[in-house]
């Protein structure tokens, strides 16, 4: 639990190559690219998480896994708090992407009408970390967790694993986040799960 959280200390300052990589892989999208990143990208938006977390924990509280369904629900709602949290410490200003970015009007319509937005809060948005980073490497490690105890849990692991890095991959190519935030994101995901399994394994042997 503490080495992402002390691996987040010199992401929060940033990265010589942070800008130039935003621009290349902001820069000269396609239109079968746009589509991806933007459906990828909305599965780690705040309300998709949250959706998916309370329908994946209602399915393990109706099927007896209640230990498994408080965990679930409980992480998102602790990385969604500790992201809030950083992001107003670290204070970091909104990704810009510097250079021209070739975009045609339909890879504009995908993105501005199939894109999940968040809602409006009265306060300054800031980026470190990625908030669709962290909401879901928390979501989905916790579903890893869940699986591994499953003969294919290497299938689980290889596919949260997928997703996670597909969504890290969309906020860059979007040009919403820095790589540097969406590793924070990761960061953050990864300690609030071995937090929520570390609090779920002490009830268990107390209650034992």
């Avoid at 396609?30 to 990143?37: K, N, V």
């Avoid at 009007?105 to 409006?120: D, F, N």
């Avoid at 306060?123 to 669709?132: D, E, I, K, N, Q």
């Amino acid at each position: 639990m503490a080495v992402p959280l002390v691996a987040m200390l010199p992401l929060a300052h940033g990265w010589a190559g942070d800008q130039s990589l935003l621009n290349a892989l902001a820069t000269g999208h396609s239109t079968p690219g746009t589509l991806l990143a933007v459906l990828v990208t909305n599965l780690g938006s705040p309300q998709v998480v949250l959706l998916l977390a309370v329908l994946l924990a209602a399915v393990l509280w109706w099927r007896g896994r209640r230990r498994w369904a408080v965990v679930l629900l409980v992480n998102v709602l602790l990385v969604s708090a500790a992201n809030e949290a950083v992001k107003q410490v670290v204070r970091r200003p909104v990704a810009q992407v510097q250079g021209q970015t070739v975009r045609t009007a339909r890879q504009a319509h995908i993105r501005e009408h199939l894109t999940v937005q968040s809602p409006p809060l009265p306060r300054t948005v800031y980026a470190f970390p990625s908030g669709h980073a962290a909401g879901s490497s928390a979501l989905l490690l916790s579903v890893a967790a869940f699986g591994w105890r499953s003969p294919r849990r290497w299938w689980w692991a290889s596919g949260a694993a997928a997703l996670v890095l597909l969504v890290g991959w969309s906020r860059v190519y979007l040009g919403a986040h820095y790589p540097t935030d969406v590793l924070a994101g990761w960061c953050l995901g990864t300690a609030t799960t071995a937090a929520t399994l570390l609090t779920l394994r002490g009830v268990a042997r107390n209650r034992d």
